[in-house]
């Protein structure tokens, strides 16, 4: 992984972040909610269970599918208050939960590359001006 392709994808990002939109309602589906042939406008009802429940559901069939092909579903999340019955959710599925210092860690142990390092020298250098 090299420093100028991670470059890319901030600067994606910050380009994306400064055009974002907001539309009223989000009024698509997906495949997970064409299974249980569900709606957009029933999913709109309580967008919060819908999306928790849909969520993991999606996330117990990945943690199977991986675990069948011999790997161990991984979770790596930036902030340690980040959803914490999300992050509880995943570990009943049994997915292995970094967060913080750890995800950085985790990542540095496998790959070598210190993105932590890489994120602190880039402070403010994808400013997203609104």
Do not use: H
Request: net charge negative; hydrophobic share 35%; charged share 30%.
């Amino acid at each position: 992984m090299t420093e100028p392709s991670l470059d890319n994808i901030l600067k994606k990002y910050q380009n994306s972040f400064i055009q974002k939109t907001y539309s009223e309602e989000n009024n698509s589906s997906d495949i997970l909610m064409d299974v249980f042939s569900l709606s957009a406008e029933v999913k709109q009802e309580n967008k919060q269970y819908w999306g928790r429940e849909l969520g993991m559901c999606w996330q117990l069939l990945i943690a199977e599918i991986l675990r069948q092909e011999g790997y161990e579903p991984i979770l790596l999340i930036l902030r340690e208050d980040n959803l914490p019955a999300a992050i509880k959710a995943c570990e009943v599925g049994t997915w292995k939960i970094y967060t913080g210092d750890k995800s950085f860690n985790f990542i540095k142990e496998i790959s070598d590359f210190d993105l932590k390092q890489f994120l602190i020298e880039r402070k403010g250098e994808f400013s997203v001006q609104r």
